[in-house]
């Protein structure tokens, strides 16, 4: 179960490895758009997908049929992207894509791939290490059914989120790329934190829209979340802003 998982993890890491090359440094909309979308399938989904499995094993009459055929749609869900990608995209598009993805391959940026590789080996097995913790408490912790959405979310998504989130941010300044600066590095981690932190807002953001434009009214609360988790976004894309300026600047100073 946490295969897929992982090669998801390690597939958009990839990914935005490949995009950062070709970027260059340089500030593009839509690209950062899609860095979003990616920070979404490293950091969030992998929680989302054990909280989703949790759901399934203890609602569901627990048969070996029934959790084999859990786990397959949840490992079809994971590899959705790259089956739509087959559907959609023309073979000239494609070969484009594996060209540029060779050429970001053979830079000496990917030289350092172990590392890619091995955290999201570690960010798998922790989402299998914090499903099996969740299945111990979750009949001492849930009384009612209408509590287990609280507890997905307070004890299993959110606190998961934050230990990678700032583990990601502790390598990523702790780790000096390019003959980085001490300042450099710790602005590349607070950026690196809060751009994690900005597609998780966006991406509950989302969630509570869609629910709002599919229920309406029916749903109490709904409009506040997302009047709350648009103003969190709002805020965190200011500050992404405002620490890649002062990280612009400092690299301007040190290159004099």
């Not at 055929?69 to 494609?94: C, G, K």
């Not at 009612?144 to 502790?170: H, K, N, R, W």
């Not at 953001?205 to 869609?210: E, H, Q, S, T």
């Not at 002062?246 to 004099?256: A, F, L, V, Y």
Request: proline residues 2%; negative net charge.
């Amino acid at each position: 179960w946490a295969l897929p998982i992982s090669q998801d993890i390690e597939e958009a890491a990839t990914e935005e490895r490949i995009m950062d090359h070709h970027l260059a440094g340089s500030f593009n909309i839509p690209a950062e758009i899609v860095r979003l979308a990616l920070r979404l399938r490293r950091c969030v989904l992998p929680f989302w997908a054990t909280a989703a499995t949790l759901v399934l094993l203890i609602t569901d009459n627990l048969s070996a049929k029934n959790i084999i055929l859990n786990f397959l749609v949840i490992t079809f869900l994971s590899e959705a992207d790259n089956v739509l990608a087959v559907l959609f995209l023309r073979t000239d598009q494609r070969e484009l894509m594996e060209k540029a993805a060779k050429e970001a391959h053979d830079s000496e940026e990917f030289h350092t791939s172990k590392v890619a590789f091995f955290w999201a080996r570690v960010q798998g097995l922790f989402c299998l290490v914090v499903l099996i913790i969740a299945l111990y408490f979750v009949d001492k912790v849930v009384k009612e059914c209408s509590s287990l959405d609280e507890f997905l979310s307070s004890t299993v998504v959110a606190p998961s989120f934050m230990i990678v989130v700032i583990g990601q941010g502790v390598y990523r300044g702790c780790a000096k790329m390019h003959q980085e600066t001490t300042c450099m590095r710790i602005l590349s981690a607070l950026i690196e934190f809060f751009r994690n932190l900005l597609a998780l807002y966006l991406g509950l953001l989302f969630v509570f829209l869609l629910f709002f434009l599919l229920n309406g009214d029916q749903r109490a609360g709904d409009d506040e979340y997302i009047k709350k988790y648009s103003e969190k976004s709002f805020i965190c894309l200011l500050i992404i802003i405002g620490v890649e300026t002062c990280k612009r600047k400092c690299c301007t100073r040190s290159q004099e």
